[in-house]
């Protein structure tokens, strides 16, 4: 009798949670949600060293909660709606440069340095290829290669003369003639 061993509960969960980590750029939309907690926080923290109360209020404590919460909701899109990544990387990498000016530095440099990295890794990813089986290869291998749309790839990849003669018009960089 072969009983075929079950996947446990953590292990089923831990699978899911790398396809879903694998799927999308995840990193990018936890640094972004990253970057937007301190500036969120930061302008209504009250700071204590010792007997001494340190209040960061600042009159723009609004905007601060503004920008804050919208590079968190970047961050959730970029993780759930990855087709919009590059919209959501810009809109983050601007976010934290107005946090410079409007949030206490961007919450101290932090915040600004994780809407940054978190923006640009949003930008430059790229959804991955899926491996092809060995068995996908063989039935290709006696294929034609695909033709190709016309307007895709290289500008010189659709001529076929031969390189123009030197001299045998007058043009950029040849004599007029006279």
């Given at each position: 009798?072969?009983?075929?061993?079950?996947?446990?509960?953590?292990?089923?969960?831990?699978?899911?949670?790398?396809?879903?980590?694998?799927?999308?750029?995840?990193?990018?939309?936890?640094?972004?949600?990253?970057?937007?907690?301190?500036?969120?926080?930061?302008?209504?923290?009250?700071?204590?060293?010792?007997?001494?109360?340190?209040?960061?209020?600042?009159?723009?404590?609004?905007?601060?909660?503004?920008?804050?919460?919208?590079?968190?909701?970047?961050?959730?899109?970029?993780?759930?709606?990855?087709?919009?990544?590059?919209?959501?990387?810009?809109?983050?990498?601007?976010?934290?440069?107005?946090?410079l000016v409007v949030s206490n530095f961007g919450g101290f440099?932090?915040?600004f340095v994780f809407g940054m990295v978190g923006g640009g890794?949003?930008?430059?990813?790229?959804?991955?290829?899926?491996?092809?089986?060995t068995t996908d290869e063989a039935d290709t291998a006696d294929?034609?290669?695909?033709?190709?749309?016309?307007?895709?790839?290289?500008?010189?990849?659709?001529?076929?003369?031969?390189?123009?003669?030197?001299?045998?018009?007058?043009?950029?960089?040849?004599?007029?003639?006279?």
């Amino acid at each position: 009798m072969d009983v075929a061993p079950t996947e446990s509960l953590v292990t089923r969960g831990r699978l899911a949670f790398r396809r879903f980590r694998w799927g999308r750029p995840f990193w990018a939309g936890l640094f972004t949600i990253v970057a937007g907690l301190p500036i969120a926080y930061l302008p209504y923290a009250n700071l204590t060293l010792g007997q001494l109360t340190i209040r960061m209020a600042t009159t723009a404590g609004a905007g601060s909660l503004v920008i804050g919460i919208l590079l968190v909701v970047l961050g959730l899109t970029i993780w759930f709606q990855p087709q919009v990544r590059i919209f959501a990387g810009v809109a983050a990498i601007l976010l934290s440069l107005v946090s410079l000016v409007v949030s206490n530095f961007g919450g101290f440099l932090v915040g600004f340095v994780f809407g940054m990295v978190g923006g640009g890794m949003s930008i430059a990813w790229m959804p991955g290829e899926p491996v092809a089986s060995t068995t996908d290869e063989a039935d290709t291998a006696d294929r034609e290669p695909p033709v190709l749309t016309p307007g895709t790839g290289s500008a010189l990849a659709s001529f076929d003369g031969p390189a123009p003669a030197h001299g045998d018009e007058p043009g950029k960089g040849n004599p007029r003639a006279d």
